[in-house]
Each structure stands twice: as structure tokens, then as C-alpha cells.
């Protein structure tokens, strides 16, 4: 099966599809940028299911590079898939934690059993990922990943990301 890979710029919270990734911070408690939009749009819901995941599982918060699904509340979705991505540095490769970012999930994606799939760019807000070496690891890694779902759909919030996640598909 062959996965489709599409583009599209604007607001993720407005996307109809099975799962949002969302670029957590590891508290999963909501917070700027788009964690921020997803946990506004999305209710009460998502922020009771994500304490409910600090309570059991994550005590210490969910770890740079993993994915937990909870639900999408009042979003056009049936799931967010919370993700926490590395912030840059200069002086460390970490590229490897955001490229897992991406895998975990779409792990979790086809654990659900999610068909399409809508991602930000991660790391590239206030973690201060470049974003032509974002949309490199996020494009490359979700080509390279065996997944079920059908529909890979990368939501990048001004022209500026559109672009350099352009240059990367194609």
C-alpha cells in the first residue's frame, strides 16, 4: 500500500481527519503554538485525558521523541497524538529524537487504527528547529516508515514552512 503525502497551509485544528499529531511539551498540559490551538479548540476533553496520562503512565511527563493518542474532543478528528519534539541545539545532533517524533506516531497512528494522519512541522515554533532541516527528518522519516496509514498530511502554518516543506516532497 502506498501512502499519499500532501501539503497544506493553515490551521491544523481545522483539519477533518482521523489524528492530529500535536507538538507537546512534555507536561502534555496544553501550552503555546500549536499544543496551545489543539488543547483551545479541542476542549476540556483533551486536557482531562492528558492528566489522566500524567496520573498513570507519565508521571514525569511524556519523554522527548515518544507518542501517546488521547482524544480529540471538539475537534474534527478522533484522535491527537501528543508528540514531544527536541529543541534545537547547535552544539548536539538531536535529529534523531525528531525523526522519532514522526515514527512514534504513526506507531501510535496504526495502533488506532488511523487512515490519515495530519502533522505539524515539530521543533520549528519555540524549540528553534530549522525548518528546511525539519521538513528534511519530517519528510524523509515518514517516507521511510512501514505504516497503514493512507493519508500523510503535513499542515504547516505560513508560506514560509510551505515552502521548505515543498523543496522536501517534491
Given at each position: 500500500?502506498?501512502?499519499?503525502?500532501?501539503?497544506?497551509?493553515?490551521?491544523?485544528?481545522?483539519?477533518?481527519?482521523?489524528?492530529?499529531?500535536?507538538?507537546?511539551?512534555?507536561?502534555?498540559?496544553?501550552?503555546?503554538?500549536?499544543?496551545?490551538?489543539?488543547?483551545?479548540?479541542?476542549?476540556?476533553?483533551?486536557?482531562?485525558?492528558?492528566?489522566?496520562?500524567?496520573?498513570?503512565?507519565?508521571?514525569?511527563?511524556?519523554?522527548?521523541?515518544?507518542?501517546?493518542?488521547?482524544?480529540?474532543?471538539?475537534?474534527?478528528?478522533?484522535?491527537?497524538?501528543?508528540?514531544?519534539?527536541?529543541?534545537?541545539?547547535?552544539?548536539?545532533?538531536?535529529?534523531?529524537?525528531?525523526?522519532?517524533?514522526?515514527?512514534?506516531?504513526?506507531?501510535?497512528?496504526?495502533?488506532?487504527?488511523?487512515?490519515?494522519?495530519?502533522?505539524?512541522?515539530?521543533?520549528?515554533?519555540?524549540?528553534?528547529?530549522?525548518?528546511?532541516?525539519?521538513?528534511?527528518?519530517?519528510?524523509d522519516t515518514v517516507r521511510a516508515t512501514s505504516t497503514e496509514v493512507e493519508e500523510i498530511i503535513f499542515v504547516l502554518f505560513d508560506e514560509r514552512a510551505h515552502e521548505a516543506f515543498a523543496a522536501r516532497v517534491g
Amino acid at each position: 500500500m502506498s501512502t499519499t503525502l500532501t501539503l497544506v497551509q493553515g490551521d491544523i485544528t481545522r483539519l477533518r481527519v482521523d489524528a492530529l499529531v500535536n507538538a507537546a511539551n512534555s507536561s502534555l498540559l496544553g501550552g503555546g503554538g500549536v499544543d496551545g490551538a489543539i488543547h483551545r479548540r479541542g476542549g476540556p476533553e483533551i486536557l482531562a485525558a492528558c492528566r489522566a496520562l500524567r496520573a498513570s503512565r507519565y508521571g514525569e511527563g511524556l519523554p522527548t521523541g515518544h507518542a501517546v493518542a488521547t482524544t480529540a474532543g471538539r475537534l474534527d478528528a478522533r484522535w491527537v497524538i501528543h508528540t514531544v519534539g527536541p529543541v534545537f541545539s547547535a552544539d548536539e545532533d538531536r535529529s534523531h529524537l525528531l525523526a522519532s517524533c514522526h515514527r512514534e506516531a504513526l506507531r501510535v497512528a496504526d495502533e488506532l487504527g488511523a487512515r490519515s494522519v495530519a502533522f505539524p512541522a515539530i521543533s520549528t515554533g519555540v524549540y528553534g528547529w530549522p525548518l528546511d532541516d525539519a521538513a528534511r527528518i519530517a519528510v524523509d522519516t515518514v517516507r521511510a516508515t512501514s505504516t497503514e496509514v493512507e493519508e500523510i498530511i503535513f499542515v504547516l502554518f505560513d508560506e514560509r514552512a510551505h515552502e521548505a516543506f515543498a523543496a522536501r516532497v517534491g
